[in-house]
């Protein structure tokens, strides 16, 4: 049953402790709402702490810091609470969907709205820019609540990073609201700039340029740009795609492109990451049709099959979706 914000803030305060869970390979969103979380729950006296399989990508490693491994015992803690994850497939643990569920006080927080497949019966999913908007929303509920720094830091990093610096359509004129709180109460914008989107690897630099000389191909009178990359390919540049957050963005910011694609490899399949610059071209559908998801102008799917069969089978929808016919 979907709860209210205030019926989400009285469950976190009355637990004594709390396991905070996001989906694997954590972005911007799925790190500061969990960490923020977090923040918020200890400076309320709270036992907390946000489950991690491993390091966060290296961008976020001097922000986010301290975490537990799968050894923790979710019976150890009052509550868990999974923080942006849409589907089974994307949980940042291999404990399994159905464990986390039986546990005695499960909560489910996400602005993936368009599609979710974990039917918490303690849930809150609902439109946003972000999981952090909503958290704040969350935790800045009644009149007169307050949230350290610390925790506002978090927040805003989140908001940050899922709107692309409050540039993407997600981005309202709440959103921007919101993030001034944020920054009222605290939150250290430049440090989480230099962060996120000035310090880059010199390999990833070098990666961007790979691409752009050999890798990229423009279809469809140049509105559509995609690149496959090869773990060869990331082994030259020493490149991990844990640290991918934002490389798509080199394909979308193409002049005259309004779909980008992204596809790489993993786990025995491929990783296909789709974006949109026009809200009349939606690729959640195209996401769907593989058995993804995600955002109506960011989604994404895990496809068990040859390259060479994906290419042609994207391609396809990607036309049927920039001529204005329905995906099936």
């Known amino acids: 049953m979907a709860k209210t914000r205030s019926e989400v803030l009285s469950a976190l305060l009355s637990a004594d402790s709390v396991l905070v869970i996001t989906h694997g390979k954590p972005d911007g969103d799925a790190l500061g709402s969990a960490f923020g979380t977090r923040q918020f729950l200890r400076d309320n006296g709270k036992k907390a702490d946000v489950l ?25 803690y009052s509550m868990v609470l999974l923080l942006d994850c849409a589907v089974r497939d994307r949980l940042g643990t291999q404990k399994p969907i159905e464990k986390l569920l039986e546990h005695r006080c499960f909560w489910n927080i996400d602005h993936h709205y368009l599609n979710t497949d974990i039917n918490a ?20 509920d009644k009149p007169g609540n307050a949230i350290t720094p610390d925790t506002a830091g978090f927040l805003l990093l989140g908001m ?50 790979d691409i752009v000389a050999s890798r990229m191909k423009l279809e469809f009178d140049g509105r559509f740009a995609y690149a496959c990359l090869d773990n060869e390919l990331l082994a030259k540049h020493d ?40 809200s009349k071209f939606p690729v959640f559908p195209i996401a769907r049709h593989f058995g993804g998801g995600g955002h109506a102008q960011a989604a994404g799917a895990i496809i068990k099959s040859d390259i060479k069969d994906i290419i042609p089978q994207v391609l396809t929808l990607v036309e049927k979706t920039l001529n204005g016919e329905k995906v099936p």
């Open 239 to 278: 490149f991990s795609m844990k640290e991918d957050e934002g490389l798509i963005d080199l394909l979308r910011s193409v002049d005259g492109v309004i779909i980008a694609m992204l596809v790489y490899e993993r786990g025995g399949g491929y990783r296909v990451s789709l974006r949109s610059k026009d």
């Open 160 to 209: 940050m990073t899922d709107t692309g610096g409050f540039r993407f359509s997600n981005t309202k004129g709440k959103t921007l609201r919101t993030a001034a709180m944020l920054l009222d109460a605290g939150a250290d914008m430049e440090k989480i700039a230099n962060a996120i989107y000035f310090s880059k690897p010199l390999g990833q630099l070098e990666l961007e340029s």
């Open 52 to 76: 991690l399989t491993e390091p966060p990508p290296s961008r976020y490693t001097k922000l986010c810091t301290e975490y537990v491994g799968d050894d923790v015992d979710i019976d150890d």
């Open 121 to 140: 019966a303690n849930s809150h999913v609902v439109e946003s820019s972000s999981t952090c908007e909503i958290m704040t929303d969350i935790l800045l």
